[in-house]
């Protein structure tokens, strides 16, 4: 059993960026959606006492699908913040190493986001040699599958910013781009600045980062019995 996690703001606490009717619909509608279908998906079998990592490792089809568009969306609010932020400390020099500059960055981030064909994810991810990339999914796909650390993500399904932008991408992807959660990037990258490889599985080790991170992201999703 998955259950939806809570909102990290007010319904209202990101207008006029995105509307309260907006984030009512994507949340209250879209996301509490795959929590329902999963839970419906999982019934019974043996995902049913999985966390939502281990389901989206294991899984395929519809299963996967419903799995992975829980976590992208958690991430996804945990990606934004009302007021903006800057990165800081290790990360900003990191970026500053991997893309040249901030303003290289946002460039290279909107560009991938407005290319993306048809629905999908747009992700700063930490691969894992450590290099920080601009990373493109699309559907329900999420960087976990491929033991990348995600550090924020944009969702350009149409869904997203079809009410408060129609069907202009570009002016959604700038617009976030004042809204990036800064705070949450940096403590996720400090947490899993190291060269271990961090993998999806086992997540069991409370001395894994990765595994700090997803638990952190999976509050209340644990089987209590
Ligand atoms: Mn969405």
């Known amino acids: 059993m998955i259950t939806l996690p809570e909102l990290p703001f007010e319904e209202d606490a990101l207008e006029p960026f995105l509307s309260k009717e ?3 619909y994507h949340y209250g509608k879209h996301h509490t959606t795959y929590v ?3 839970n419906e998906l999982i ?3 043996e995902h049913d006492k999985m966390s939502l990592a281990a389901i989206i490792s294991d899984a395929g089809g ?4 419903n799995a992975a568009q829980i976590f992208n969306h958690t991430f996804y609010w945990k990606s934004m913040t009302p007021k903006k932020q800057a990165p800081t400390g290790k990360l900003l020099v990191k970026i500053n190493n991997d893309f040249g500059s901030m303003e290289k960055l946002k460039e290279k981030f909107i560009q991938a986001g407005v290319s993306l064909f048809g629905s999908g994810w747009v992700w700063l991810v930490r691969e894992p040699h450590g290099q920080l990339m601009i990373e493109k999914t699309q559907n329900a796909h999420t960087p976990l599958s491929a033991h990348m650390i995600p550090l924020f993500v944009c969702d350009v399904w149409e869904h997203a910013y079809y009410i408060d932008y129609r069907n202009v991408r570009l002016a959604y992807l700038s617009e976030f781009w004042n809204h990036i959660n800064w705070e949450f990037a940096s403590k996720t990258y400090d947490n899993t600045d ?12 409370i001395h894994d ?11 209340g999703d644990r089987v209590t019995s």
């Open 22 to 24: 907006t984030i009512q």
């Open 36 to 38: 329902n279908k999963l």
């Open 43 to 45: 019934k019974g079998t």
């Open 62 to 65: 519809p299963v996967f699908n």
């Open 194 to 205: 190291n060269d271990i490889f961090i993998g999806i599985e086992p997540c069991n080790d």
């Open 209 to 219: 980062p990765f595994c700090q991170l997803l638990d952190e992201l999976q509050d």
